[in-house]
């Protein structure tokens, strides 16, 4: 895998330290389109569950944001589920989506 942008990287570390702050299954960051950044973790509660992209997307919808640029996943299943996938292509049909392992080593980058 290539190396990362900066601005990407940043993604992947702020994802990283959500997953490991409240020790979430996966950790997830995605950046708008004024490049402000939000993080977040799994939420696994017994009314409602999310994916941490998910609850990222949902952080940055409900912060007034109107796309996304990018966005990274940390997780140490080795694979996007496709709700995911689905919460940013809502807003980016091309905007690349990384894949890390805990470690911040990147697996993939889907771009669509």
Do not use: C
Not at 31 to 43: E, F, I, K, L
């Amino acid at each position: 895998m290539p190396d990362l942008e900066a601005d990407d990287q940043k993604l992947v570390t702020l994802a990283r330290s959500s997953r490991a702050r409240i020790q979430a299954a996966e950790g997830a960051a995605v950046r708008d389109t004024d490049g402000r950044t939000y993080a977040a973790g799994t939420v696994d509660q017994p009314s409602f569950k999310l994916t941490a992209l998910q609850a990222a997307v949902a952080a940055a919808l409900s912060s007034g944001a109107e796309g996304i640029e990018a966005a990274a996943v940390v997780t140490d299943q080795g694979l996007l589920k496709g709700a995911s996938v689905h919460a940013v292509r809502d807003l980016a049909k091309y905007a690349p989506i990384i894949l890390a392992d805990p470690n911040g080593e990147v697996l993939e980058v889907l771009t669509r």
